[in-house]
């Protein structure tokens, strides 16, 4: 396995490729403004033409986060898509048109208490109150719990009894945040998998979230290989890239800052990051420390990068003709 590259910032790699794929929090902002470079750095990619996703396990629609990412700084023109597992959901609930929404019926129970989340309101579902009643679940990932998983008990066995699907929005578990919860989305869909239920889960690092990119990106002609996904999550991001065999860039100082504390040259961050390469069975293609553009970089530089059978041609177009005699 190749090493990883350590970079100053991503003019280092944008000749590489043809699209960026980055996560939000803790890579482009904090939740209440974009981090020092972010928007230069994306400026920087409009300009060389190269087409930015924005990539977020949020359970929130695109239109939503479009205003939030407004009132933080990364305005609409930084950028050409948003995709959420919140759009996700809705979008092919609504539509029916690719497993498991395809089999799904309309009675839908949520785990999350109170009004049901924005991102649900244009679904043609209703919603029950108890388990045995419904045609689905879904567990959003940011779900209020009234107690603990345990009393959640007679609910997971009766969706798992009937045999329910349960759809898993947003694999991140609140203990990541927050240490001392007890209930999660998390916990309770561990326990449901413990049971044998019937999961599909659709945010990073799992598939159906990152071939929503793949389709996107192949409508412009752009393929797997030509995109890098920048991230700062091993469990999501670099693993979801990973299988999805598209490169990826790892932000060192996003949610795993604290394995790079006490880092102070290239010696300990290789051994920090051998470390969570070792916990998760990953290896990143690039490191980075925070999003920035880093060196300047001539225009020749950030020409896309050509595909084999183009690199024959333009050879070919190059050789000197010869005189006939």
Known sequence: MAKTKFCEGLSDISDSYMAIIFDEWGVLHNGKKAYDGVVDCLKELRNRKKTIILLSNHACTAAENKE??????????????????????????????KAPFDK???????????????????????????????DFALVTGWDKFKGPAADYEDTLKTIVRKGIQTIFAVPDSQALFHPSFIT???VVVRKLKNYGGVITSVGKPYKPIFHEVIEYLQGKDIYPGQAVMVGDTMAHDMIGADV?????????????????????????????????????NIRPTYLIEQVRWGKALPDR?????????????????????????
């Open 244 to 280: 999805s065999e598209i490169d990826s860039c790892f932000v060192r100082s996003g949610i795993h800052a604290g394995a790079f504390r006490n880092a102070s040259g290239p010696a300990d961050i290789d051994q920090a990051l051998n470390v969570l390469i070792a916990q998760y």
């Open 104 to 134: 799904m019926g309309k009675k839908c129970f949520m785990f999350h208490s109170g009004e049901p989340f924005e991102f649900m309101k244009d679904c043609d579902v209703t919603y029950v109150e108890k388990a045995d009643d419904a």
């Open 301 to 325: 530089k950030h020409r896309r990068r050509l595909q084999p059978g183009e690199r024959v041609k333009r050879r070919l177009r190059r050789r000197p003709i010869k005189d006939k005699k």
């Open 68 to 97: 939030r990412l407004k009132k933080i700084g990364i305005g609409p023109s930084l950028y050409d898509k948003i995709i959420t597992t919140g759009d996700y959901i809705a979008t092919h609930i609504a539509d029916k048109d």
């Open 184 to 186: 999660g989305p998390g």
